[in-house]
């Protein structure tokens, strides 16, 4: 289509038309909303209407009452002049950022609420970030009923496992935190009582200051009648690790020499699960 | 040792000829002698002849005692029903017991 002057930057608009032919009656049902007589221009048989002369009503004003009677031959156009806009569905990958009321976020951010109506991309937690299982490998028993730290024979575990994150650092029974943050610790140990024993605890404890002072921060205890099959005893615990150059947990023991702690290579026996949960 | 409680490698004959955590293995996953560590410098490092002669004795004493233990309950059955006990009495009183 030609034009006069600057180019349109988009293309003209069609105008909305009802053509009603062979109707009978005084009314003519729209097929668009209109807020009011206004709205629209109406011909009779090419001829304008007095916007007097008709009304409009029922739902979405879309019922034109004429100011006469209808036969076959009058043919009806209503002109829009304006309609009632509707909720439009947008097309296919059409929204972006710039058609939201929102700033651009970084890569890797979600879009999220205040929960007041404001949008804003930030970053979500990355969610378990650290997983680390460690155990025993070889059995042992403790000298007589005071606590003795298990220091030797850990291994992490390594029969269908893979540890997520850094993991941790373990020496001498002593095993250091990847990093700051919450961590689950949930520990079992299995035992093997070879006789009556009403003193036997799995333990766990932490120290802040690189092994001066330690805090228990779960024990298990269990005792035996005499010669049995094989026990277990475990904990949960939740430690907030709030620095990691001088912050330490550590397992440990007590029974005696007729209690064997069931140690295994292969599967967890005596031995602990690590996971972060979040920061500190 | 197995679930009955029956030694059934040399680390169980270690187990109990120290306490604590004095040895140990350079390959978990292989427990033979060869492999045998010992963490506690306190403490001398077992022959292999000792390991195996140690299980086998750890094995006879508790085949032993499962032997006296089933001579014994036989023995009192014997007994008992010699006293004229039937075997619902038995029972009973091994129930008591």
Redesign the interface.
Same mark, same amino acid.
């Given at each position: 289509m030609g034009y006069i002057g600057v180019q349109p930057e988009a293309g003209f608009t069609s105008g909305l038309l009802d053509r009603f032919t062979s109707t009978t009656g005084s009314t003519v049902t729209l097929t668009h909303d209109i807020s009011s007589e206004n709205d629209i221009i109406v011909f009779v048989n090419f001829v304008k209407q007095d916007s007097t002369n008709y009304s409009v009503g029922g739902s979405g004003n879309k019922t034109l009452t004429l100011g006469g009677t209808l036969v076959s031959s009058d043919i009806v156009e209503v002109h829009y002049l304006n309609i009632v806009k509707l909720t439009q569905q947008p097309s296919a990958n059409s929204v972006g950022v710039t058609e939201l009321n929102l700033s651009e976020g970084t890569s890797g951010q979600a879009l999220t609420t205040n929960g007041s109506g404001t949008l804003s991309f930030s970053t979500i937690s990355a969610g378990i970030t650290e997983a680390d299982q460690w155990r025993v490998? %070889?059995?042992? *028993?403790?000298?007589?009923s005071s606590a $003795?730290t298990? *220091? !030797?024979?850990w $291994?992490r575990a390594d029969v269908s496992f893979e540890k997520i994150g850094t993991g941790l650092t373990e020496s001498s029974g002593l095993f250091s935190f990847p990093s700051t943050g919450k961590y689950l610790i949930s520990a079992l140990a299995s035992y093997?009582p070879?006789g009556a024993n009403s003193n036997i605890q799995f333990y766990s404890a932490i120290t802040t200051d690189n092994g001066s002072n330690y805090s228990t921060l779960a024990l298990a205890l269990s005792g035996a009648s005499g !010669?049995d099959?094989?026990e277990n005893i475990g904990f949960n615990y939740i430690c907030d690790v709030t620095e990691t150059t001088n912050t330490k947990i550590h397992f440990g023991t007590v029974g !005696?020499?007729n209690i %064997?702690w069931q140690s295994n *290579?292969?599967s967890q026996r005596v031995g602990f699960t690590c996971i972060r949960l979040g920061d500190t | 040792m197995d679930i009955n409680g029956r030694a059934n490698h040399i680390e169980d004959y270690l187990t109990q000829l120290h306490s604590g955590q004095w040895f140990g293995w350079s390959d978990s996953k292989n427990k033979v002698y060869e492999n045998l560590i010992i963490h506690d410098n306190t403490k001398t490092k077992p022959t292999e002849q000792e390991c195996t002669d140690g299980l086998a004795k750890m094995q006879s004493d508790y085949d032993d005692a499962q032997t006296k233990q089933n001579n014994d309950k036989t023995s009192a059955i014997t007994k008992l029903k010699e006293l004229g006990l039937t075997d619902d009495e038995i029972k009973a009183i091994k129930e008591v017991v």
């Open positions: 490998t %070889t059995n042992f *028993t403790n000298s007589g $003795e298990i *220091t !030797a024979n $291994e093997y070879a !010669a099959r094989p !005696a020499t %064997t *290579t292969n | -």
